[in-house]
């Protein structure tokens, strides 16, 4: 159950990452589209919501209304999870897309649909002040 949790969630983060492009006049910081925001997570027949909260926090929500504490980290071109035992973690080379679904493996060999019903706007890079 514990694993499948983790699953669910490291898929969620695959898909924000595998999603969508940046635009040249946008910049991507891996994870600033989902940060404050929840993803559907299918694996395995069985849908969790992921919240991933500031800091590196999450709560992975079961199918059936059971909060599970976690962690998430976005770096290295990898999305990954941790409810305290080893991560489970996806590719993470591109910003999700809002309402477009993406299937992705990790590094448990799980494969898990993830769905961000919302993100964030991409922010524009700081312009030079002369």
Do not use: D, H
């Amino acid at each position: 159950m514990k694993q499948r949790v983790i699953g669910l969630a490291a898929g969620a983060a695959m898909l924000a990452g595998a999603a969508g492009t940046a635009s040249a006049q946008m910049a991507w910081m891996p994870g600033s589209e989902i940060v404050g925001q929840t993803l559907q997570v299918q694996t395995n027949g069985v849908m969790n919501s992921v919240y991933f909260g500031p800091n590196g926090n999450a709560t992975i929500t079961t199918a059936g209304g059971r909060a599970v504490p976690a962690t998430w980290s976005a770096a290295g071109g990898q999305l990954c999870l941790s409810t305290g035992g080893p991560q489970e973690c996806w590719p993470y080379t591109q910003a999700f897309r809002a309402g477009q679904q993406i299937a992705l493996t990790s590094n448990c060999q799980a494969t898990s649909t993830f769905m961000a019903p919302n993100t964030n706007p991409m922010q524009q890079p700081a312009g030079e002040r002369g």
